[in-house]
C-alpha cells in the first residue's frame, strides 16, 4: 500500500513562513508529478503547485514569488516553502503524486490526508 504523509502545517502570523513535507511510503516502483493542493472552507480544492520527476514547475498564479516547490526524488520527498504568509492562504493542504507506479504497467494515483495552514491577521 502506497501513502503520501504531509507535515509542517500550524498557525502562522501574516507575513511569515511555513514549510510542508511530503513523502512517499510503501512498495512501489517511481513516482512522476508530485504536487501541492489546498482546500479552504467552502471552496473547492484547487491547486498549488506542481513539479515533475525532472524538475518541471508550476504554479498558481496567486502564490506565485512566494511558494517555492521542491523535491528529493532519492527521498521521494515534495517540499512547499511558503513565505510572506496571507490570510487568505489558510486552508488544508494537500499533498499528491499523480501517477506512483507499483509495478512497470500500473500506476496509482494518491492522495495525502491534508494539513491545516492557518494564517492569522
Known amino acids: 500500500q502506497v501513502q503520501l504523509v504531509e507535515s509542517g502545517g500550524g498557525v502562522v502570523q501574516a507575513g511569515g513562513s511555513l514549510r510542508l513535507s511530503c513523502v512517499v511510503s510503501g512498495s512501489f516502483l517511481i513516482v512522476n508529478a508530485m504536487g501541492w493542493y489546498r482546500q479552504a472552507p467552502g471552496n473547492q480544492r484547487e491547486l498549488v503547485a506542481v513539479i515533475s520527476r525532472g524538475g518541471t514547475i508550476n504554479y498558481a498564479d496567486s502564490v506565485k514569488g512566494r511558494f517555492t516547490i521542491s523535491r528529493d526524488n532519492a527521498k521521494n520527498t515534495v517540499y512547499l516553502q511558503m513565505n510572506s504568509l496571507k490570510p487568505e492562504d489558510t486552508a488544508v493542504y494537500f499533498c499528491?503524486?499523480?501517477?506512483?507506479?507499483?509495478?512497470?504497467?500500473?500506476?496509482?494515483?494518491?492522495w495525502g490526508q491534508g494539513t491545516l495552514v492557518t494564517v492569522s491577521s
Open positions: 499528491n503524486a499523480n501517477r506512483v507506479f507499483i509495478s512497470n504497467d500500473r500506476s496509482l494515483e494518491v
